[in-house]
């Protein structure tokens, strides 16, 4: 919750941080669990941001995605390293930070799965 709303923008740097984590949950954790915990990330981050971030929190906490997110899983799952990084250079791209910021959520989750 104290992520939400943290940074400026239609989407604060936070938010996009948040979104990431989710779907890491989605891309790793077993589709109740990802459920249930990227339903609990959006429920507290909604109330404490833009409207158009809380609708992407919402979204993503049902396993929404962009095509670019579903890439770049499908290429780390491939241990194909060029897909890989294409997918992430296109998510750089989005918005200002939007991409970056999400991709540094979504590292970080895939991490605590990894060390776990």
């Given amino acids: 919750a104290g992520l939400a709303g943290l940074g400026t923008g239609f989407t604060p740097a936070g938010d996009d941080f948040l979104l990431g984590a989710i779907y890491s949950l989605w891309a790793w954790a077993p589709e ?46 491939a241990g194909d390293e060029a897909a890989s990084a294409a997918a992430v250079n296109r998510l750089c791209r989005i918005g200002h930070t939007s991409g970056a910021d999400a991709l540094a959520g979504f590292a970080l989750g895939v991490e605590s799965f990894v060390q776990s």
């Fill in 32 to 77: 109740s669990s990802a459920l249930v915990l990227s339903g609990a990330i959006a429920d507290a981050g909604a109330p404490r941001t833009t409207t158009v971030s809380a609708a992407y929190l919402r979204v993503g906490a049902v396993g929404a995605a962009g095509m670019d997110w579903h890439h770049l899983v499908e290429a780390w799952a």
